[in-house]
Structures are given as C-alpha cells and as structure tokens.
C-alpha cells in the first residue's frame, strides 16, 4: 500500500538554526499539507500546497515557516530560525482530493530545539 | 481558543461493548467534521466524517452522529476490539476546507 514518508524522524537542533523537514507524498496526489503537535497538544494544521502554490495557511505559520517542492517527489517545510517552541511532532500529508478524508499522514519528524 | 473540546482525556471500554467519544465545537461555521485515528510513533489515519448536511455517517463498526444545535458530534464503535486501542481525535473545519482545527484527542483503550 502506497504511504507518506518522512526524513529524518527525528531532528535535535539548536535554537536560530534553519532546519528542513522532508517529506516524500504518495506519487499519485496533488494536495498536500504540513501539521504540528506540540508534546501533549493538539494536532494544528499548518499549511496547504496545491499546485505549486500555498492554498491555505494557519496563523502558526508565519515568516519563519516556508514550503517547497523542489522536485517531482518530494515536499519539504523550512524552519528558518528554530524557536524552542518549534519543538514539535511534525506531520506531512498528502490526498488526491480537497476533502479531509482523503489525506494520508506521514509517520512524523520529531523536532528538538535545544 | 479551544474552538473544538473533547473533554474526556481517556475511556476504557470492554471489547465487544459500545465505544462512544465525544466532541464540542464552538464556531457555528464548522461545516465540516472528521474523526481521525492515531497510534503510537504513527501519523494520524481517517475514520470517517460527516458534513453538516447530514446528522449520522455510518461505515462498518464506526458511525458519527452530530448536533448542529447542540454543537456536538460523537463517534460510536460497536462493537469494540482491542485493535481500537488509540487516540481519536475530533477535526473541523469551515467551508469545507483543509484548514482543520483539531480536538486534544481521548485515548481510548479496549480491554480484553
């Protein structure tokens, strides 16, 4: 079965730093997302891609964020300047439809900002 | 600003009986509701959702009722297997989006 993978799954870091998590979606799907779960929080959407193009993004996601998909394969977010409170579960997705039900969630990258 | 509640951290049922979580939300504009899965060192997995159109989704052992004027829906598993041991969380959002606001998530444990 076709599923989202995600590099590294796990990331220590030192605060200021720029981090990239990546992220590899199922090759057949144009949708794509990034969410954050802070340890013992909520799972927060952060941010849509569609078509090369941000589609929609959440108040966390702010300067500092950024998302790219550099080739055919693969989806990544930046982190420019690592905050201690980036220190996070970081979740990629991805769906071949807009609707919620259709979006496949990546394994994680667990983010420590030291 | 918790816009979507799900007050019981934790349930434990006993396998075969009725499963049922549950979840408030505050913005009347939530059209649209979803339920997701999660297991340990797993990203969470689509169960089953439900548009505000509509006030029961039913598939297999899941059915999800809601409560436009209550502003609740719950998830009822029937009947319950210790493979549905993980933690559920509640997502909504407005306009049929992806913008999904997630619940804090009840772990619910099934007990052989």
């Known amino acids: 079965e076709p599923e989202v993978t995600q590099t590294p799954s796990h990331q220590v870091t030192q605060m200021g730093q720029e981090v990239i998590l990546r992220c590899v979606p199922i090759?057949?799907?144009?949708?794509f997302y990034w969410y954050r779960q802070i340890l013992g929080q909520k799972v927060e959407f952060l941010v849509s891609?569609?078509?090369?193009?941000?589609?929609?993004k959440s108040e966390i996601f702010d300067d500092q964020f950024s998302v790219e998909r550099p080739d055919g394969s693969n989806f990544t977010l930046k982190i420019r300047s690592t905050k201690l409170e980036d220190s996070a579960m970081y979740f990629c997705?991805?769906?071949?439809?807009?609707?919620?039900?259709?979006?496949?969630f990546g394994p994680g990258t667990r983010l420590l900002v030291l | 600003d918790q816009q979507v509640k799900q007050n019981s951290p934790s349930l434990s049922v006993q396998e075969g009986r009725i499963s049922i979580l549950n979840c408030d939300y505050t913005?009347?504009?939530?059209?649209?509701f979803l339920w997701y899965k999660k297991y340990p060192a797993e990203g969470p997995t689509f169960l089953i959702s439900?548009?505000?159109?509509?006030d029961k989704n039913e598939d297999g052992r899941f059915t999800v009722f809601l409560n436009k004027s209550a502003k609740h829906l719950s998830l009822h598993i029937v009947p319950s297997q210790p493979g549905d041991s993980a933690v559920y969380f509640c997502?909504?959002?407005?306009?049929?989006?992806?913008?999904?606001?997630f619940g804090p998530g009840t772990r619910l444990s099934v007990l052989p």
């Open positions: 997502a909504a959002s407005v306009n049929y989006g992806q913008n999904f606001v």
């Open positions: 090759s057949n799907h144009l949708y």
């Open positions: 913005n009347s504009m939530f059209d649209y």
């Open positions: 891609f569609y078509n090369n193009e941000i589609s929609e």
């Open positions: 439900i548009s505000s159109i509509k």
């Open positions: 997705a991805s769906s071949d439809g807009q609707g919620g039900e259709t979006q496949y």
